[in-house]
């Protein structure tokens, strides 16, 4: 063992002594390397960034840039007479928005509201919507290049508003398509 750090002393004298000058040339060059921007990539691909959530089971996402916030689902008023898909309307930090079930939307199966469900705000231009979702996954960022145009059994209402499908079955919605069908605008001409 003595023996050991005998080696280790010789070592450590054996090793060249830097003086201040050499280490303050050394840490400004390192300095200089980490400072640089990160070269782009050639082979860098556009991506598009979403929220996904859940819904009737399966696994959908939005883009981020028309969520405006997400929230729990409460304080929901019912009002007579709407489309069956528009579940009423909630306020929401002063706004008084149209709350959406895309599941009735889309046709699919409903389980029904529960204190579990989420509350995700969606703007484009003008409209703003409350869409209710079963929960909330997070944001991630998809390859544009990896959306498929469809699949087989994204047929009927939602495939008119498909932006595509991940290879991991997250199907891509586009907001500004809902947000301008018809059968959400309300004419108030008479």
Known sequence: MRGDLAESRQSKDA????????????????????AKEPEASAQSVPCLEV????????RYAIEARC???????????????????ILGIANVRGRILSVMDIKKFFDLPDSGLTDL???IV???????????????LGIQEIPKDSLQPSLPT?????????????????????????LSD????????G
């Open 15 to 34: 090793s060249p002594v830097t003086d201040g000058e050499d280490i303050k040339r050394i840490l400004k060059e390192r300095a200089l390397r980490l």
């Open 51 to 58: 929220l996904s959530f859940m819904l009737a089971g399966e």
């Open 67 to 85: 969520v405006t916030e997400t929230m729990p689902l409460r304080n929901l008023t019912y009002l007579p007479g709407l489309p069956g898909f």
């Open 117 to 119: 469900h989420k509350l």
């Open 122 to 136: 969606v703007r484009h231009g003008t409209m703003e919507v409350g869409i209710v979702a079963d929960g909330l």
């Open 154 to 178: 994204l047929t009927g209402v939602r495939e008119n508003y498909l932006a595509g499908v991940t290879d991991t079955g997250t199907i891509v919605l586009q907001a500004e398509k809902i």
């Open 182 to 189: 018809d059968r959400i605008l309300v004419n108030d001409e």
